[in-house]
């Protein structure tokens, strides 16, 4: 699977972003049919130079607006959903519109349609969430991964975005800002944040409007490498073993590192009643966990068994409904999302807070988060 790394080292704004990919062989024409299909013609130039800042040689991409435009939320999402771009850019731009709006929206405490958007709503907003959705599309890119964030001084609605996607924030000696709202945004709809093992075929640099030398915002492009997912499965049978000693080892044994411990009811010799008690676990742990099997319950032996597994992608994200915050767990193939469950712990707690029925509560933030992830 075609992957891209953002090494985040100082940071990431929506110009660094279309920079690094071009950088990375991505084509200029993209972006000039980004800026065409979003109507932005006559407000949009895109300027695209080779540069040098140290040691280092990279892209800059400058977005100028003439005689800005400034859109509403509605106004920005109209633009995306008219325009001709691949039905997975649109997509994903959707999804870091609303991750935007949502953030504006708390932060000032204002309903979506009262927003003003100031800066965030031009074309330039446009064309750096769709570009560079658009030029990993063009490269070809299933799934994003992105670095520690730097953060110095961040505003605000940079935070809310980041709230709940997985970020990590690290802290930074230069004080200003280094993660812009549409840099945060584009990363928090479509990125994991950690390193993933990958074959490199590109890097790109994309330099940032600050004159540091170091302004710099770095993609790799290439192949994710399989990483082993190999477990050692632990059974025995139990037919003498009280059921809430059962139950008092299997969290034991889930405190202790297990993937997972499954207890199913089974008849065994004689006709006794039993239960075939199953442990996951991964290899370097199979030893320990199999020890304490032994010891805390009354089997007299256990069988290890080498097994391979095959994982569906997951990740976490926060939505905000009107009943309040929660988070749901959202399965991937491929890079892209296919279906999402709430969190259960999340929903009880909204639900006994404001004396709701939990069923309630959990529709309503999948049905969020199916938005969020342009799943409805």
Known sequence: MRVAYFDCFSGISGDMTLGALLDC??????LDAAVETLGLGDEVSIDVRRESRGHAGGTRVIVGVHDRVERTVPGLRS???????????????????????RAESQVHGLPEDQLHLHELGGGDTLVDIVGAFWLLDSLEV???????????????????ILEGRGAQL?????????VTPTGAAILAAGARFERPAMTLSRAGYGFGAHPAAGNMLAVWIGDEVATDES??????????????LIAALVED????????????????????PGHLFTVMSPPELASRLSDMLLRRSSTLGVRLTPAQRLLAERRIIEVTTSLGTARAKVKELDGRAVDVAPEYEDCLRIAREIGRDLREVMRLVEAAARRELGLE
Do not use: H, Q, W
């Open 25 to 30: 062989g991505a084509d200029r024409a993209v």
């Open 79 to 101: 633009a995306i959903e008219r325009s001709d771009a691949p039905a997975t850019v649109k997509t994903r731009s959707l999804v870091a519109i609303n991750l935007l709006s």
């Open 231 to 244: 477990v050692t499965m632990i059974e025995t049978n139990l037919d003498d073993m009280a059921p809430n």
């Open 170 to 178: 690290k802290p930074a000696a230069e004080d200003r800002e280094l």
């Open 253 to 272: 044994l889930m405190s202790a590192g297990a993937l997972d411990v499954a207890v199913v009811p089974a008849l065994m010799k004689k006709g006794r």
């Open 142 to 160: 299933s799934r994003s991964y992105a670095s520690p964030l730097p953060i110095a001084r961040a505003g605000p609605a940079t935070l809310k």
